[in-house]
T-cell receptor, first 115, second 112 residues
């Protein structure tokens, strides 16, 4: 069973601080990783994807991947109260086809940004 | 913009009823998915379809079946609903060769 593990939190950070969210995965052959954000009562939306070792930056978000350690992280700089949500880490699951694949999701980390 | 719609936001059914959850996407995506989301358990894959009439079981297919007669529509069927199927059901779609899954708004199903 391929697993994606996250600390459930809640992670509480003050407004303007850096929030650091972490994720580990069990399948060494996974090549792509995703961070989804889910607001309470809403469906998940993709915020970052990463495929190569190292950092990938997009605005206030930075995804970091270390395949040797099987570790993915998401940094949110200058955190805002509107960033308060659950963040889901995901990696490809076992269900593949020629055109796509399903995802294994972690259970999510709840982030609370306090004013 | 990709749009994934689900037939109901909230649904209440009784034990033993047959339940249909419908999902429609408007972007001609090849792949469609059904997940359920429960507190403490996260999102779990029920079924996956990569083409019309094609399906694959996910991690928790027991008690569920699916139908995909048209490319844009993927239905989840609970043949005989049970209380342990009370959950949030999320549909998603994915264009072939792409990575971004787009989720529908979800259906919160309560089985009494």
């Amino acid at each position: 069973q391929k697993e994606v593990e996250q600390n459930s939190g809640p992670l509480s950070v003050p407004e303007g601080a850096i929030a650091s969210l972490n994720c580990t995965y069990s399948d060494r052959v996974s090549q792509s990783f995703f961070w989804y954000r889910q607001y309470s009562g809403k469906s998940p939306e993709l915020i970052m994807s990463i495929y190569s070792n190292g950092d990938k930056e997009d605005g206030r978000f930075t995804a970091q991947l270390n395949k040797a350690s099987q570790y993915v992280s998401l940094l949110i700089r200058d955190s805002q109260p509107s960033d308060s949500a659950t963040y889901l880490c995901a990696a490809p699951a076992g269900a593949y086809s020629n055109s796509g694949y399903a995802l294994n999701f972690g259970k999510g980390t709840s982030l609370l940004v306090t004013p | 913009d990709v749009k994934v719609t689900q037939s109901s936001r909230y649904l209440v059914k009784r034990t033993g009823e047959k339940v249909f959850l419908e999902c429609v996407q408007d972007m001609d995506h090849e792949n469609m998915f059904w997940y359920r989301q429960d507190p403490g358990l996260g999102l779990r894959l029920i079924y996956f379809s990569y083409d019309v009439k094609m399906k694959e079981k996910g991690d928790i297919p027991e008690g569920y079946s699916v139908s995909r007669e048209k490319k844009e529509r993927f239905s989840l069927i609970l043949e005989s609903a049970s209380t342990n199927q009370t959950s949030m059901y999320l549909c998603a779609s994915l264009r072939g060769g792409a990575d971004t899954q787009y989720f529908g708004p979800g259906t919160r199903l309560t089985v009494l």
